[in-house]
T-cell receptor, first 110, second 113 residues
Framework: TQLLEQSPQFLSIQEGENLTVYCNSS?????LQWYRQEPGEGPVLLVT?????EVKKLKRLTFQFGDARKDSSLHITAAQPGDTGLYLC??????????FGTGTRLKVLA | NAGVTQTPEFQVLKTGQSMTLQCAQD?????MSWYRQDPGMGLRLIHY???????DQGEVPNGYNVSRSTTEDFPLRLLSAAPSQTSVYFC????????????FGEGSRLTVL
């Protein structure tokens, strides 16, 4: 059983569309991170959120941490082909274990 | 900057063989960890270490051993490989556990026949 569930699992959209990816859990996390992974490479950190209700923006990407620190979302505005990749959320419960979500594979078509 | 270095990049084993996946980092990170990545399951934590001489189990530790004799190195050993261990393995490190950024290696792709 995965501690962090992501949805959707796959997403294929046209360039210019908006999308939201969700990361949900029944457990509380002291912090939550989002990574992006490209084929043949390791994941790379996009953002870390640590406060319930926190919203962070990174250009066209908006990240939100739920008030109860059990869930998070990633919203991409006007998606571009360069956004294509595997998006992974990862949570730390303060136990030195970084737990990753199931992943959302995004494909943005030109 | 080398960062996190994993070797080998690719490996094919027969069932029952043993091998060690190597991981080294040159960033003086205290925390190191091993993950396996399988389709549709994201990354699953195998073992982790918060410093030299200290290791602990993650979500899927069975069939794998680790040791941490130095800050720089964190090898992962498969004592008797099984087809279920066919996967892509990633090593990751960060300065201290918590909300620190995990830095990943390029991955080791293992096939067990």
């Amino acid at each position: 059983t995965q501690l962090l569930e992501q949805s959707p699992q796959f997403l294929s959209i046209q360039e210019g569309e908006n999308l939201t990816v969700y990361c949900n859990s029944s457990s509380v996390f002291s912090s939550l991170q989002w990574y992006r992974q490209e084929p043949g490479e390791g994941p790379v950190l996009l953002v870390t959120v640590v406060t319930g209700g926190e919203v962070k923006k990174l250009k066209r990407l908006t990240f939100q941490f739920g008030d109860a620190r059990k869930d998070s979302s990633l919203h991409i505005t006007a998606a571009q082909p360069g956004d294509t990749g595997l998006y992974l959320c990862a949570g730390d419960r303060g136990t030195y274990k970084y737990i990753f979500g199931t992943g959302t594979r995004l494909k943005v078509l030109a | 900057n080398a960062g996190v270095t994993q070797t080998p990049e690719f490996q094919v084993l027969k069932t029952g063989q043993s091998m060690t996946l190597q991981c080294a980092q040159d960033m003086n990170h205290e925390y190191m960890s091993w993950y396996r990545q399988d389709p549709g399951m994201g990354l699953r934590l195998i073992h982790y270490s918060v410093g030299a001489g200290i290791t602990d189990q993650g979500e899927v530790p069975n069939g794998y051993n680790v040791s941490r004799s130095t800050t720089e190195d964190f090898p992962l050993r498969l004592l008797s490989a099984a087809p279920s261990q066919t996967s892509v393995y990633f090593c990751a490190s960060t300065f201290t556990a918590g909300s620190g950024e995990l830095f990943f290696g390029e991955g080791s792709r293992l096939t067990v026949l």
